[in-house]
């Protein structure tokens, strides 16, 4: 492992350990946690329409583009449910990250931009 993709997945894994962290201290349930920890895979469902469709699905629900607003409305607003869901998405992300597992490229599944999974 090259010494920048090191320095990139530890980057993520801090971000994954913040977020559960975070979703510790404020108080919300950990079966709650274990329900939805992997709820951002089921847009894997998308491949089954194609590898361009997949890829667009995929990458909808793996990035932070929802998760971090989501989080600053609910803290602002007091919504600690929406406060949950967001570092539970957000700890997902990054732990997928740190294992090496970046956004699709509609070439196929394992063609990221991270690099080709299984390498």
């Known amino acids: 492992m090259k010494s920048l993709d090191l320095t990139i997945r530890l980057e993520w894994a801090v971000v994954a350990v913040v977020a559960v962290v975070f979703y510790g201290s404020a108080g919300m349930s950990w079966w709650l946690f274990a329900a939805l920890i992997l709820a951002p895979d089921l847009s894997m469902l998308g491949y089954l329409a194609g590898a361009r469709v997949g890829a667009i699905a995929y990458n909808a629900f793996h990035i ?51 690099g080709r999974i299984g390498r």
């Open 64 to 114: 932070l583009i929802v998760p971090v607003p989501l989080l600053l409305v609910g803290h602002l607003s007091g919504h600690v449910v929406a406060v949950a869901v967001a570092l539970i998405w957000i700890a997902h992300i990054a732990i997928d990250r740190a294992l090496g597992y970046g956004l699709k490229l509609p070439s196929g599944f394992k063609d990221t931009h991270l």
